[in-house]
């Protein structure tokens, strides 16, 4: 007789997803779908609404930018305000990963700057920093430090 080879699946990955639930389409109502999902719960998407400092170091010199970020879930939006006045900024958050765009008039010529980045640390001592594209003024880096509260 003639055997046909199957994959294995890992145990453990195997008894993490289907443990105590029965084959069939039956089983695919949400109640088992939500149990099953909780199992390997999405990660939430760090805090960090409020007022950030930040250092931006481009190859034609350095910002230091007061960015206000209001977070609703993953989805940000704000106001970038340096050198060449304040402008709305649109972005996102995915657990601890941060990218948004800001666009501004500076010297007359339309910029936007394309900024992504990681969080880091908590709630009490939060930093972020990323890599940033200002379409004419290169590309740098970018750190930032929660304000301190007034």
Sequence with gaps: MLSIARPRV????FALLFAGVPAGPA???????SSL?????????VKIGGVWK??????????HPTVTLKQDGEKLTGTYDG????????????????????SMTAEGA????????????????QGMRGA??????GEGTWTAVRAAAK
Excluded at 27 to 33: D, G, I, K, Y
Excluded at 37 to 45: C, K, L, N, Q, R
């Design 27 to 33: 089983n695919l109502v949400p109640s088992r779908v």
């Design 54 to 63: 930040f250092t931006v170091e481009l190859e034609i010199g350095t910002g």
């Design 132 to 137: 940033v594209d200002f379409d004419q003024a």
């Design 10 to 13: 890992p145990g453990l990955l």
């Design 110 to 125: 339309a910029v936007t700057g394309v900024f992504s980045g990681v969080v880091e640390g908590d709630d009490g001592n």
């Design 83 to 102: 050198r060449y006045g304040a402008a709305p900024l649109e972005g996102t958050i995915k657990e601890n990963k941060i990218e948004f765009t800001v």
């Design 37 to 45: 999902t909780t199992a390997f719960a999405i990660a939430e998407p």
